[in-house]
């Protein structure tokens, strides 16, 4: 579902497929395009405003219950660890947290735990760690997960971490406690972006994948639409308006250093990264019509992927980079194709109603998530590719651009409440759900960043 929407434009295609359907409508943006864009450096650029706030909505069928018990010495640092580490947990919807108070002495090292203590109180498994500050002035974090059961140790690291570092070791630990416990790998560890609106500016903002420290690296006074990250998670591909036209830029996040990659006659939208990070699909207009062009990832070696009369949109690679899905009107609605990577004949997917846009494989390639219309709602998907069963996952209203966490648990997704638009979550099964608020303005475009390296 278009993110123009987010931008004052009420459309029905996805965001390529309303552009070339209505010249007058795409045109009504470039005359109103005189840009002012300010790259920033995603190290030193906070954002002016607040963290995105997550309100949990639904939880998982069954929930395994922890106790966290708050980390020694943790109170006077930058940023005590056990409430970050218990915020990730609940956030997933696969924990219920074991009140931890009230237990004489504290544990904070495997001799210190009395297992019938939290036998008693329902905990299947118990989370000790402590903080120390070195002397060069970093810390020494150090955290156990515990088997209340079997009364063992089942995980056991070790961090060292400046003070601002300490929130994402909080995250890292979570992400051990999760995997240990579901066998599936967390991802508490990552990032998001997304475009904020507030009035007339667009801030294109990178955030940790729980909403907080969110950082704007591009601000602009005209629309920026489609971030996508690179494998390594080192850079994002966007598409801004700020030439009067759609232009496709890649921009470093660590040194805000930025390159136009696709500026070709016509419209440049809808990026993808390849799996190996170089190379790019991109929808370009500069032969005529949106089709689907390869090109590498500093904008040279661009070659044709599909050759229709349709729009050919929205484009995604397959996890093992061997397959594209795409959004095409070729069939004389939009539908979801796929097709080979290398280039080859496409094959329609999606059957059910007439109207399935914005195709997102999951991370094991097995499935991929999309918009379908129910009536007048436009929800969140998945199709299975073995079966073709499809699974719609939220009842909202106006939902669009979903992407998959890189564990393949949850669905992050752009909606709107009250006409405003905010970002939600769900899981893959429909049963655990999210709502991320930002303190003002709309919030659309999301994407979520790869697993850290």
Do not use: C
């Not at 390159?259 to 993808?272: E, K, L």
Request: no cysteine; charged share 20%; proline share 7%.
């Amino acid at each position: 579902m278009s993110g123009v929407r987010g931008l004052g434009l009420r459309v029905a295609f996805p965001k390529e497929l309303a552009g070339q359907r209505s010249g007058k409508l795409l045109g009504s943006w470039y005359r109103l395009l005189f840009a002012v864009v300010i790259p920033l450096s995603f190290a030193l650029s906070p954002a002016a405003r607040g963290a995105l706030t997550i309100e949990i909505i639904g939880s998982g069928a069954t929930q395994y219950p922890v106790a966290i018990v708050p980390f020694r010495a943790e109170a006077g640092t930058p940023q005590p660890v056990t409430p970050v580490v218990a915020a990730d947990l609940i956030r997933s919807g696969v924990f219920r947290m074991v009140d931890a108070g009230g237990v004489s002495p504290t544990p904070h090292e495997p001799q210190d735990v009395n297992f019938a203590t939290w036998r008693a109180r329902g905990a299947e498994a118990v989370v000790i760690g402590t903080v120390a500050q070195l002397p060069d002035g970093r810390y020494d974090v150090r955290f156990r997960l515990m088997d209340v059961a079997k009364q063992a140790q089942l995980a056991g690291f070790a961090y060292t971490a400046s003070g601002s570092q300490l929130r994402h070791t909080a995250h890292k630990i979570a992400d051990v406690i999760y995997e240990k416990l579901t066998g599936d790998k967390g991802a508490f560890a990552t990032r998001i972006t997304y475009v904020a609106k507030r009035g007339n500016r667009y801030e294109l903002q990178v955030a940790d994948a729980d909403g907080v420290g969110a950082q704007t690296i591009l601000a602009s006074n005209e629309p920026i639409i489609s971030p996508a990250w690179s494998p390594d998670g080192n850079q994002l591909a966007y598409v801004s308006f700020e030439q009067r036209k759609p232009v496709v830029y890649v921009q470093s996040l660590t040194t805000g250093g930025r390159r136009a990659v696709a500026n070709f006659w016509g419209s440049n939208s809808a990026p993808a990264w390849a799996p190996d990070g170089r190379r790019l699909a991109v929808v370009l207009t500069k032969d005529g019509g949106s089709q689907i062009y390869l090109i590498n990832a500093d904008g040279s070696g661009q070659r044709r992927l599909t050759q229709t009369s349709a729009i050919d949109t929205e484009p995604n690679f397959s996890p093992n980079g061997e397959s594209l899905l795409f959004t095409s009107d070729r069939g004389g609605s939009p539908q979801i194709y796929g097709m080979p990577a290398a280039g080859g004949e496409p094959q329609r997917l999606t059957f059910e109603g007439t109207y399935n846009v914005s195709p997102r494989f999951s991370p094991d390639g097995k499935s991929f998530t999309f918009i379908q219309r129910n009536g007048t709602r436009f929800n969140v998907a998945v199709l299975d590719l073995a079966t073709r069963q499809v699974q719609v996952l939220t009842d909202g209203g106006v939902d669009e651009s979903p992407s998959f966490a890189p564990n393949g648990r949850m669905i992050l997704y752009a909606t709107e409440v009250r006409g405003r638009g905010i970002l939600s979550a769900v899981s893959s099964d429909g049963r655990v759900k999210q709502r991320l608020t930002a303190d003002a303005g709309d919030v659309r475009e999301p994407a979520w960043g790869p697993l850290p390296k």
